[in-house]
């Protein structure tokens, strides 16, 4: 019971940091947060994660800044550099060259497909879920662009609304370790909580899932409508907004496939990012899985 409510807590500052990107947050304040001595929480924190508190909030600015230069071009460098906490342009161009190898500029310019091909291309980005163990080549499989259009023609902007989960946390984990673990997840709410066929379960990551290293992995999946007996589950919203949707059924569609087919491509539309990625998947009635995958957008 200790750990589990150590992690929670540890989940709580995790989500503050998120909120807080561009804040300068001593080690102190998010210490006391989670009701710590700085010692112990930094302690703590690096045994949970793997980084120190301090270098896991630079690489969480950094991988903000990397979505930012892809979203929003016309938002200067040295403005993105300050609105993701760094305290000079020089000190930002330094970490960025560290973290991701080129220059911011470099990195706008499309040096970003690069290192996402890198990222992404070993297993698949982490929003890709399949619900069963057995069917984990299709997770390992090699990513194949889409044809031109085929994913964009199914894509619709939906406002969707807010949702309350029961959610677990995976930290670290992608590709066939975290869908076996999700499944394990649906097992014990339908086993423990009696969850019905048709029960919604959603996938929530926070972050540019192609920019993200596998260490750095931070997922959240959880459920909705059901009276939940674990106490020791964390509890989020998820914001309600505007959302590019895309549906599916007896297919594993990813997130790559609609940045590439349709936002890229968009005059209208571009990511917001302030909210997360979204999927929601649920068995029918013959026992498949459908759902759909939801990216949060803002007009340009």
Request: proline share 5%; hydrophobic share 40%; with cysteine.
């Amino acid at each position: 019971m200790k750990a589990t409510s150590r992690v929670s807590r540890l989940c709580e500052v995790m989500d503050l940091m998120l909120d807080s990107v561009g804040d300068p947050l001593a080690l102190e304040s998010l210490a006391a947060s989670a009701s710590y001595s700085s010692f112990h929480f930094d302690r703590i924190f690096r045994e949970l994660t793997g980084f120190s508190a301090v270098d896991y909030q630079r690489k969480r600015r950094l991988r903000r800044a990397a979505h930012l230069l892809r979203h929003e071009p016309d938002v200067a460098v040295v403005r993105i550099a300050q609105d993701c906490g760094f305290p000079s342009n020089a000190a930002f161009a330094k970490a960025f060259k560290q973290q991701f190898a080129m220059s911011a500029k470099a990195w706008r310019d499309g040096g970003w497909r690069a290192y996402m091909d890198q990222q992404v291309g070993r297993e698949s980005d982490v929003s890709f879920f399949v619900a069963e163990p057995d069917k984990l080549d299709v997770i390992l499989a090699p990513y194949i662009a889409p044809e031109p259009g085929s994913i964009a023609r199914r894509i619709a902007v939906r406002s969707l609304p807010a949702v309350t989960l029961r959610y677990q946390r995976f930290f670290g984990q992608s590709g066939a370790a975290l869908s076996i673990a999700c499944n394990g997840f649906i097992g014990d709410r339908e086993s423990i909580d009696g969850a019905p066929c048709g029960t919604p379960f959603y996938g929530v990551f926070d972050e540019d899932p192609g920019f993200t290293g596998e260490r750095e992995y931070c997922y959240d999946f959880g459920v909705t409508g059901v009276e939940v007996a674990d106490p020791n589950l964390g509890m989020r919203v998820l914001p309600a907004g505007d959302y590019a949707t895309l549906d599916f059924h007896a297919e594993w569609p990813r997130f790559r496939s609609m940045y590439e087919d349709w936002l890229d491509k968009q005059t209208v539309w571009r990511l917001d990012s302030t909210r997360p990625h979204i999927q929601a998947v649920q068995r029918d009635a013959a026992g498949q899985w459908q759902g759909w995958l939801a990216l949060p957008v803002k007009r340009r």
